[in-house]
């Protein structure tokens, strides 16, 4: 039964010495994450047993994924394996989402497959190759990991296998990916795809390689040398002089009694009463010229940080404030800063320090296209929605713009392929998929574009002069969190991402969906269903018609 | 190799089961070559004085004569059908039992029959280098039937896994024997099963305690609403009784002979005389009794209520009519207390998750009175030594009690007052050492290792001075 816990006691901030679940060790060009997580986790009422994760796992193995991108620019391969006997990882514990609010489970379900697409976002873009070594069974959520690396290899001592238990065993779904990556991914034959996901007991040996399953299978005795010299290999176009920058912790002030936060360039106002709060990333002043040599700037440079912060924000917006609908993204500061900056980055793109925060920057902006609340662009005095601070307003559901001299937005290169979405367009070629003359036609133009343009141009939703401006903003925020939040939820996850699919919109889309759908149904959650009785002593009874 | 019931012995009509036929032609000759590369070794030319099951009537199912061990004839052998038999507990109690798996515990059905199965090899295994030091020609021969036992309880779960589970089964059946005890790529499933036996104490032991955690189990799967595997283990348990037998009175016999020794010497110092010291007993004692205890799993299992709850594994006794009366088992608890954030806390577990501990229950009883046994003998001597069974927490790896140390009177203790307390506990290397210097053949008809007593009686009627096993390269003493 699902019971109370206070969500805002989740950090999403951890450092390697403060790990309890991971182990993270590099040696030259390769690194390792050693899978050894601690029984105790986020909440009392379970036990990780088995290498079995909650979210605090997976915000563990997140900042390992992003310290080896910043602080290990010098590692070409990463190896993911266990430090348990005979079980590499038994997946997401059933006990714990047995307890967890439907929230809960939705926000932990959507922040581990985060995790996943960041490995698969190193592994192509970043040149850290990951590989699975599976020295012992891997089930569920423990084989969803391992699918978001490159390659996977099994050991093969006749026990252990690879499964997607989740239909037989607990009547959901394996959500993180898994039946996506299964068919898209590794593109496993349809029908024995649909045999291996309900067959609680998996594949081993040589039928998973048969199946497409994994990529290799070794004995016991050879196993880890074999995928420790896969590992080598991989990591063969690594470059040894580069030199990490460190991470620092963000420690943003928080309001006690509001709830508001204050980092150094992003803050978020929130009015709980109102249910709105109010993202506002601020450009400092005075940014100088890049140095030679990128990574200096280390972890202070605002590029990095204020994304950072924004990153931080927005899970902290996710999990701590589940009673605020609609978001206002506010920026303040100097376009020239902005253009400069945008116009550095793209000259120094391949310094692998630059193509990690601009990499940064674009995953920071689908968690925003991912968050299941109401953002509203507010463009107005002192704004500064340029170049890659565009975007942000381009990530919006609706933008709001101020008709008055001197608010104005401006793009750039960015905006043009730099931070592409989960359908693999711009956000400007998603905004008018009608007409790509028109993005086109966006991109050859330059310079300041105020409200009348940008009105003509489409990039406004509602625009209105400083007579009219307070009440059309405050109608359409009261109106706005007066709707239905699922209406909306699902609304926006509708309109946001039009254009082609992908693996990462079908994850979002269509497997999340449909699992956030079981995970409502009676034959998974009711008091016979098969989620709620998993571990107790009765059996589940379904209600077998189907929809 | 044509497949019929010439060579194998059955009652399910294997001549005419096209299915069974097709597995065994191809697993049949490579059981042989399994048996021939992993079984006894040096002793497969012997004649041996074997019992052998022909039917399953009380005639046929001990059949004693002299045979070669790779010509044992093992056969497939189910407790007659009643076709009226009907699910004893769980949630599908009084419906008919199942005549064949249901697609919707294939898997866990599965699981079951393919853990169960993988010991049976496995132990052939670990017992393979024993023969050469067998104390006497009596306890090699016991040696031998328990091993070809062991083989055909093989028979007994392969052919569950032929017939019943298709592809899967067939491909199951062949790992039982490509894996191998203590094999680094391809170990036996159950860790327990993957050391070697390599000294005749640990023998008595293992058939004692650890083929006894068999007998519960098959007990238990003999209760289960899959017939075919109900009617598979009941058959078996009419054999592992011997097993058990050789385990009780081995043990039995170690100890009277311990007793003569003392009564030799003043200081009570067997070690001086080539005997077993009951303190060295005691530890083996503790040592295999926790071991096995652990083969039962976790004391609060979700599998073991998933297993009772579909019907496919009871408690022992469960349909005896006397042992229990609640066969739905979902409105009691157990109470259970184990350390927990340094306390040691009462845990009620629900009656389902405990089966497990159920089953456990029941082990120690029986193991309670073999100790008895023993004890007896202690007393009858006018010793005050006694034999004792540790406590259920005492050196456990698997369930609520492993997290913890607890000494063997089952209180909890600091992993290093553990540490120190088990030179008094649990067999040192130096200990082994020594039960292993013991170890010398005694090949001689009638005579026993000075470490250990005569038996009661032969076999079958048939003196103890017997050639129960007659070499083809060596001669038997006559006495």
Same mark, same amino acid.
């Given at each position: 039964m699902e019971s109370s816990f206070d969500e805002t006691t989740i950090s999403f901030e951890t450092q390697p010495s403060d790990y309890r679940h991971i182990r993270l060790s590099v040696n030259g060009a390769t690194a390792r994450i050693e899978l050894d997580f601690h029984e105790d986790g986020l909440r009392p009422g379970y036990q990780l047993k088995l290498n079995s994760y909650d979210l605090g796992v997976d915000i563990e193995l997140a900042d390992a994924v992003q310290r080896l991108r910043f602080e290990h620019p010098e590692v070409g391969a990463v190896l993911i394996t266990s430090a348990l006997d005979g079980v590499f990882s038994s997946g997401a514990n059933i006990f714990m989402l047995g307890l967890s609010t439907h929230a809960h489970k939705v926000n932990f379900c959507k922040y581990t497959n985060e995790t996943r697409l960041y490995i698969e976002d190193a592994s192509e873009f970043s040149g850290q190759r990951y590989i699975a070594g599976l020295n012992g069974i891997a089930s569920g959520g423990g084989y969803e990991l391992p699918m978001a690396c490159e390659e996977i290899y099994l050991v093969d001592d006749r026990r252990s296998a690879v499964s997607l238990p989740e239909v037989p065993f607990l009547g959901v779904l394996p959500g993180t990916g898994g039946l996506t990556r299964l068919v898209d991914k590794r593109k496993v034959r349809r029908d024995l795809a649909d045999v291996f996901s309900t067959l609680a007991e998996g594949i081993k040996g040589k039928r998973a390689v048969e199946w497409g399953l994994v990529d290799g299978i070794y004995p016991t005795s050879r196993f880890a040398d074999e995928v420790d010299n896969r590992l080598k290999e991989a990591a063969q176009d690594a470059d040894s002089t580069l030199k990490g920058i460190s991470l620092d912790a963000l420690n943003p002030k928080l309001d006690a009694e509001t709830g508001s936060l204050q980092y150094r360039h992003v803050s978020l106002k929130v009015n709980r009463q109102e249910r709105v709060a109010t993202l506002r990333l601020t450009v400092p002043s005075g940014m100088t010229d890049l140095p030679s040599s990128v990574g200096d700037l280390g972890a202070d440079w605002f590029a990095l940080r204020a994304f950072r912060e924004l990153d931080d924000a927005i899970l902290r917006l996710r999990f701590h404030y589940p009673e605020v609908g609609l978001v206002l993204i506010e920026t303040k500061g100097d376009a020239q800063d902005m253009l400069s900056l945008d116009a550095a980055m793209d000259d120094r793109k391949d310094d692998w320090f630059v193509r990690e925060t601009l990499l940064f920057m674009k995953r920071v902006m689908k968690r925003i296209d991912c968050t299941a609340r109401s953002f509203f662009a507010i463009i107005d005095e002192g704004s500064c929605f340029t170049g890659s601070l565009f975007e942000l307003a381009l990530a919006a559901d609706r933008i709001y713009m101020l008709e008055e001299e001197g608010v104005q937005v401006e793009w750039n290169a960015s905006n043009h392929g730099a931070f592409p979405m989960a359908n693999g367009l711009t956000r400007l070629q998603t905004r008018f998929l009608a007409d790509p003359a028109h993005v086109g036609k966006l991109s050859t133009m330059s310079g300041p574009i105020d409200t009348d343009s940008a009105n003509e141009l489409g990039l406004v939703t509602v625009s209105a002069d400083d007579i009219d401006w307070e009440d059309e903003v405050r109608l359409a925020i009261e109106e706005r969190v007066s709707l239905s939040p699922d209406s909306l939820t699902g609304m926006e996850a509708n309109l946001r991402f039009a254009g082609p699919e992908t693996m990462e919109t079908k994850i979002f889309g269509r497997l999340s969906a449909w699992q956030n759908w079981i995970f409502q149904r009676p034959n998974a959650v009711g008091p016979s269903g098969a989620l709620s009785l998993y571990g107790q002593p009765a059996s589940p009874e379904f209600d077998y018609n189907r929809t | 190799?044509?497949?019929?019931?010439?060579?194998?012995?059955?009652?399910?009509?294997?001549?005419?089961?096209?299915?069974?036929?097709?597995?065994?032609?191809?697993?049949?000759?490579?059981?042989?070559e399994w048996w021939n590369d992993m079984g006894p070794r040096g002793y497969q030319q012997d004649m041996v004085y074997l019992r052998t099951a022909v039917s399953v009537e009380s005639s046929g199912w001990a059949h004693y004569d002299y045979v070669r061990m790779p010509e044992y004839r093992w056969g497939i052998f189910l407790t007659p059908n009643d076709p009226n038999r009907t699910i004893g507990f769980g949630d599908q109690m009084g419906k008919p039992a199942w005549q064949q798996v249901p697609g919707e515990y294939r898997k866990e059905l599965r699981r079951l029959i393919v853990t169960q199965c993988d010991t049976e090899p496995a132990s052939v295994e670990q017992q393979r280098l024993l023969g050469d030091t067998a104390p006497s020609l009596y306890d090699m021969r016991n040696l031998f039937q328990v091993n070809v036992e062991e083989g055909r309880h093989l028979w007994a779960m392969v052919h569950l896994l032929h017939e019943y589970f298709g592809r899967d089964g067939r491909e199951e059946a062949e790992d039982m024997l490509m894996r191998r005890s203590g094999d680094v790529d391809s170990p036996r499933i159950l860790e327990a099963f993957n050391k070697p036996i390599d000294d005749w104490l640990a023998f008595f032991c293992f058939t004692m305690f650890t083929d006894r955690d068999g007998k519960f189990q098959l007990g238990a799967l003999a209760e289960s609403a899959f017939d075919p595997l109900s009617r598979?283990?009941?058959?078996?348990?009419?054999?592992?009784?011997?097993?058990?037998?050789? !385990?009780?009175? !081995?043990?039995?016999?170690?100890?009277?002979?311990?007793?003569?020794?003392?009564?030799?010497?003043?200081?009570?110092?067997?070690?001086?005389?080539? !005997?077993?010291?009951?303190?060295?007993?005691?530890?083996?004692?503790?040592?295999?009794?926790?071991?096995?205890?652990?083969?039962? !799993?976790?004391?609060?299992?979700?599998?073991?209520?998933?297993?009772?709850?579909?019907?496919?594994?009871?408690?022992?006794?469960?349909?005896?009519g006397k042992t229990y009366e609640d066969h739905v088992a979902l409105e009691t608890y157990r109470d259970l207390k184990w350390m927990e954030e340094g306390r040691l806390t009462n845990h009620e577990i629900p009656m389902r998750r405990a089966m497990n501990l159920e089953l456990a229950d029941s082990y120690r009883k029986d193991c309670s009175s073999a100790l008895n046994r023993w004890n007896k003998f202690l007393e009858e001597a006018g010793l005050a030594d006694r034999l004792y069974l540790p406590e259920l927490s005492f050196n456990r790896k698997v369930g609520v009690f492993s997290e913890h140390d607890y000494d063997v009177s089952g209180n909890p203790v600091a992993h290093n007052d553990f540490a120190s307390g088990c030179v008094e506990w649990l067999p040192s290397e130096a200990d082994k050492a020594y039960v292993k210097s013991l170890m010398v053949p005694c090949l001689e008809l009638g005579k026993f290792a000075n470490w250990i007593a005569p038996p009661r009686k032969g076999i079958q009627s048939n003196p103890i001075e017997f050639p129960y096993v007659q070499f083809h390269d060596k001669q038997t003493t006559e006495a």
């Open positions: - | 190799m044509a497949i019929s019931s010439d060579i194998i012995p059955n009652n399910v009509d294997l001549d005419s089961n096209r299915k069974l036929q097709k597995a065994l032609v191809a697993w049949q000759p490579r059981f042989l598979a283990t009941r058959f078996m348990l009419t054999e592992e009784a011997h097993h058990l037998f050789v !385990g009780d009175t !081995g043990i039995g016999r170690v100890v009277r002979r311990t007793i003569e020794l003392m009564a030799q010497r003043e200081d009570r110092d067997v070690t001086q005389l080539g !005997g077993i010291p009951l303190t060295l007993l005691q530890k083996y004692i503790n040592e295999w009794y926790s071991a096995s205890m652990d083969l039962f !799993g976790s004391e609060d299992s979700s599998n073991s209520a998933t297993y009772f709850s579909a019907g496919l594994k009871g408690r022992f006794g469960e349909t005896n």
